[in-house]
């Protein structure tokens, strides 16, 4: 099928005179063979943990799938023909099943789909099945298989509507599931077409929100919207029987009780916005008995076009609705009690809050927090764990709540009723306690949702370890702070909120007990925790030299089976070492990046050309910026979105370079991104070159996203690289003027830096070859396509040395296995070309290849 560029910067390109028209191409063999490499395998496991389903995911699509029709409305990418969403990331070609109870290795193969799409696998509560959403041709469907019998059917007469997202649920019972049906299109709005004037208007109400793409620009798109994501929400039981959930409507999103009797629904709402996607219309949160019958409207939501600017800042009304998974029927919800402005001054932010049936009456408070809530979880014993964020200063904490001792007439609950269990900085990855191991909660022949265990008033978490060691995966039973016990309370003195940008992390209790850890020569990590006594789990198994692959573990008896075969590692990449270099910047901040080196390299052989790849964060502890996340034992699986390919080829690799751009105190991070920028790359450059790897003259830096906006500026702004390889960037940041990565100040608040941190506005410095690529139909906030062709134009207008590739049909990250295939054919020439080929007396100044190319 013939492909045409489609979006208006391509036009700048396909009229240039220095554009070139072109074919995909392919690198050189080993690194074709990377593309080609199986992917990763996903998992499900049953709720009777008798039953593993391993998932193989379908292989990289061709350009011809991917350049099939969509439509761009609303932030959505839809088949309109299908009513899908056109690009969908999880597909799976194979379903295979694993019985946990028996000693048997192979696995028996539930489906081989050669017709369909496989996407949204799940068990049913009581593990009698397995279902799957299957997208053919006509559309999407749902498909049960009966494990028993070895049976497949489909459950639905009428194909689903999934414009808004391929979501169904089981009801807590498995006598059905819940789903959007598409109506005949008869019944909707036909999107005819509409002629006339698009107008908008500022009201001067402030809408401080960034530029998303794909957004609705008239009455059309409107009308479009409404016809394609219209559905009819409805129960199908397992003998067919349909009850429908009121009227059809735009239902974004909808949750059965923990009964099965009521139905919350969420429904967007006209008016439309134009200025933000889909999930942040206006939205009607409504109340529904299982029957069919609306009991009540909750709330009406306001369009997240008018949220206040600022990190915590949200919408007005109720938010983080859900049932607790601990009850039959209660609802429980956060509100903000600062109008959802995390720029104003308040005592508390949030307060979190529940109703019961009839869900007429007023809900009960339950805590109030100073900082943000982002997440609750449902535990036994009527405890709550409530996650706080401040994000501004980069903290977060968690805390108890135990809700047996709120009293039924408390309408001020506060924070003091909390007890903490830790308070970290976000990015704090030496003090993570992992996740918390969850079950299904039973209330006599009653099941309800997944809650979270407690055992002797302790919790069993699992996590990666991660220390200056290096990674030390565990499983652990950690005692609960209740205040009974004499423990800290949620405000503790240390945690101060005039210290809170000091902390890096502070446990309220270190009464663990190890129950496992991964043993030393191998990289081991928890996936399931099949049972506590005897304890038995199933875990992922990597080293250096083997794929992860998945073993069952019983720690009594001491005993394995393993479950997934390793997968095959790539000859060419045979022998190929990884080491953690740990240096210093400048400043006396501890730095660090992973070296792969070719195999059989010895110091003997000298300097070798080197390609960097790296990506800022930003921080607000030094301490936390200088943590390391590293094992030696993990096993270098290759992507071919990485840099790590190139090792093949002979050139030493230095991947995952620390890039930390720390603002303490007051000082924001971005106030000096370009010095501490600086600092970071001159710092990995010496190192390189004191451990005789690299040759400064042959080094060139990479990244993608906002790694592409780092190599932009490291080329104005220094001569450090002998070239540039940048994907996927944005690099004017006046056209992002409400906030950027983690910048939260807008253009006016802070114009200079906005201005300096721009790399489009040091064009003329940039005297470094620099590669620019992008996807045509980049869908990411901010990496419009345009960012990438207005600065090649620039260098091209300036003199520079620069080659634009854009993608036909790819987003931010590509997916076609031609665009891949030419991505790496394109960094494989440019490497060769400015660092193996590189004299030693080149003029900077003299003018290299100026092309751009595109695809026909």
């Given at each position: 099928?013939?492909v ?7 036009l700048i390109?396909f009229?240039?005179?220095?554009a ?9 063999q ?8 199986n992917k990763?395998v996903s ?13 193989t995911?379908?292989?990289?699509i061709?350009?011809?799938t ?8 609303a ?14 990331k ?8 694993i019985?946990l109870s ?11 789909p ?11 509560p ?17 498909y049960?298989?009966?494990?028993a019998?070895?049976?497949?059917f489909?459950?639905?007469?009428t194909?689903?509507n ?6 169904y ?8 599931l ?7 299109s008869?019944?909707?709005p ?7 004037p ?8 402030k ?5 998303y ?22 129960i ?9 959930i009121?009227?059809?409507?735009i239902n974004i ?15 967007i709402k ?7 996607k889909y ?11 299982s029957?069919g019958e609306?009991l009540?409207t909750?709330?009406?939501?306001e ?5 206040p ?7 007005k ?7 607790r ?10 509100e903000?009690?600062?109008g ?8 508390y ?9 009839p869900f ?6 339950l ?14 014993d ?7 964020r401040?994000s ?27 007890q903490?269990?830790?308070q970290?900085?976000?990015r ?25 265990s407690?055992?002797?008033?302790s ?20 005692k609960?702070?209740l205040k009974?016990e ?23 209790t270190?009464?663990?007990t190890?129950l ?24 992922n ?21 393993v ?6 590692s ?16 400048g ?33 607000k ?18 992507s ?7 090792v093949?080829?002979?050139?030493a690799?230095?991947?995952r370079?620390?890039m ?9 991070p ?12 001159t ?8 451990m005789?790897?690299?040759?400064r ?17 490291l080329?104005a702004?220094s001569?450090l ?27 006016w ?25 992008h ?12 960012q990438?062709?207005r ?5 091209r207008g300036?003199?520079?040395?620069a ?8 987003s ?18 440019w490497?060769?070309?400015h ?10 100044d ?6 751009s190319?595109?695809?026909?």
């Amino acid at each position: 099928m013939p492909v045409k560029p489609i979006f208006m910067f391509a036009l700048i390109v396909f009229f240039s005179h220095s554009a070139m028209s072109a074919q995909y191409q392919r690198p050189s063999q080993p690194l074709q063979d990377i593309v080609e490499q199986n992917k990763k395998v996903s998992t499900r496991l049953s709720d009777n943990k008798q039953w593993l389903a391993i998932l193989t995911p379908e292989s990289h699509i061709d350009i011809e799938t991917l350049a099939q029709k969509e439509l761009k409305l609303a932030g959505l990418r839809l088949s309109p023909k299908q009513l899908t969403p056109s690009r969908i990331k999880a597909r799976y070609s194979n379903i295979e099943l694993i019985n946990l109870s028996d000693n048997s290795v192979k696995p028996d193969t539930i489906i081989t789909p050669a017709t369909m799409t496989v996407t949204k696998v799940k068990f049913s509560p009581d593990s009698r099945f397995l279902s799957y959403i299957g997208i053919s041709g006509h559309g999407a469907d749902l498909y049960l298989y009966e494990i028993a019998t070895g049976q497949s059917f489909k459950l639905n007469k009428t194909r689903i509507n999934a414009s808004l997202g391929l979501k169904y649920q089981w009801l807590h019972n498995s006598q059905g599931l819940a789903t959007s049906i598409a109506i005949d299109s008869e019944r909707l709005p036909q999107a005819h077409q509409l002629l006339g004037p698009n107008i908008s208007v500022a009201s001067g109400k402030k809408a401080p929100r960034r530029t998303y793409q794909d957004l609705l620009k008239n009455a059309q798109d409107e009308a479009q919207f409404t016809q394609l994501t219209t559905s009819q929400l409805s129960i199908i039981m397992l003998d067919g029987q349909v009850t429908k959930i009121g009227q059809p409507a735009i239902n974004i999103g909808f949750s059965l009780s923990p009964d099965d009797d009521y139905m919350l629904v969420k429904r967007i709402k006209p008016p439309f916005s134009h200025m933000v996607k889909y999930r942040d219309f206006a939205q009607s949160v409504e109340m529904y008995h299982s029957s069919g019958e609306k009991l009540a409207t909750l709330a009406e939501l306001e369009s997240g076009e008018f949220r206040p600017s600022g990190s915590d800042s949200v919408t007005k009304g109720p938010r983080l609705i859900h049932w607790r998974s601990d009850k039959p029927n209660t609802l429980a919800y956060v509100e903000a009690l600062d109008g959802g402005d995390s720029n104003k001054k308040a005592q508390y932010r949030d307060q979190l809050r529940e109703i019961t049936p009839p869900f007429n009456l007023a809900p009960k408070a339950l805590v109030k927090t100073p900082w943000r809530i982002a997440n609750v979880q449902w535990g036994e014993d009527n405890l709550a764990l409530i996650t706080e964020r401040h994000s501004s200063e980069k903290q977060m904490r968690v805390s108890f709540l135990d809700t047996t001792s709120v009293s039924d007439n408390s309408v001020s609950g506060n924070a003091t009723e909390m007890q903490l269990w830790y308070q970290k900085a976000l990015r704090d990855t030496y003090n993570d306690p992992g996740s918390l191991y969850r079950h299904r909660w039973n209330s006599g022949l009653e099941r309800y949702g997944h809650v979270f265990s407690v055992d002797n008033q302790s919790l069993v978490h699992y996590g990666l370890g991660a220390s200056p060691k290096g990674y030390q995966p565990f499983l652990k039973m950690t005692k609960i702070p209740l205040k009974d016990e004499g423990e800290d309370t949620y405000l503790d003195k240390r945690i101060g909120k005039e210290a809170v940008s000091q902390v890096s992390s502070t446990r309220s209790t270190t009464n663990s007990t190890t129950l496992w850890r991964s043993a030393s020569d191998k990289l081991e990590s928890v996936r399931y925790l099949l049972s506590l006594d005897p304890l038995r789990l199933i875990i992922n198994r990597q080293s250096s030299d083997t794929p992860s692959h998945l073993v069952l573990l019983d720690v009594q008896s001491n005993t394995e089976r393993v479950l997934q075969q390793k997968e095959t590692s790539i000859a060419a990449f045979k022998g190929v070492s990884r080491q953690l270099v740990t240096y210093t910047r400048g400043d006396g901040l501890p730095l660090s990046g992973n070296l792969y080196l070719p195999a059989g390299y010895t110091e003997k052989d000298g300097p070798l050309p080197v390609l960097m790849w790296a990506y800022p964060r930003e921080y607000k502890n030094a301490e936390v910026a200088s943590q390391v996340n590293y094992s030696p034992n993990q096993y270098s699986y290759i992507s071919a979105k990485g840099p790590v390919p190139f090792v093949a080829n002979g050139f030493a690799v230095f991947d995952r370079v620390a890039m930390p751009i720390v603002g303490e105190g007051k000082e924001k991070p971005n106030d000096n991104f370009r010095s501490q920028l600086i600092a970071n790359a001159t710092a990995a450059i010496d190192t390189l070159v004191e451990m005789g790897v690299a040759d400064r003259d042959q080094i060139a830096i990479g990244g993608h996203s906002y790694g592409a906006f780092m190599v932009a500026n490291l080329l104005a702004h220094s001569d450090l690289f002998a070239a540039g390889i940048a994907r996927s960037g944005a690099y004017n940041r006046t056209l992002t003027p409400f906030g950027f990565q983690n910048e939260k100040r807008n253009f006016w608040e802070a114009p200079s830096l906005y201005q300096q941190i721009s790399p489009f506005t040091h064009a003329d410095k940039i005297d470094e070859p620099l590669l620019l690529m992008h996807g045509e139909m980049d869908a990411n906030s901010g990496t419009y396509p345009m960012q990438s062709a207005r600065l090649f134009k620039a260098i091209r207008g300036l003199g520079g040395n620069a080659r634009l590739v854009t993608f036909p049909f790819e987003s931010h990250s590509y997916q076609a296995k031609e665009s891949l295939m030419h991505m790496l054919w394109e960094q494989e020439n440019w490497l060769e070309q400015h660092l193996r080929i590189k004299t030693k007396t080149k003029n900077k100044d003299e003018t290299a290849l100026e092309t751009s190319v595109s695809f026909h």
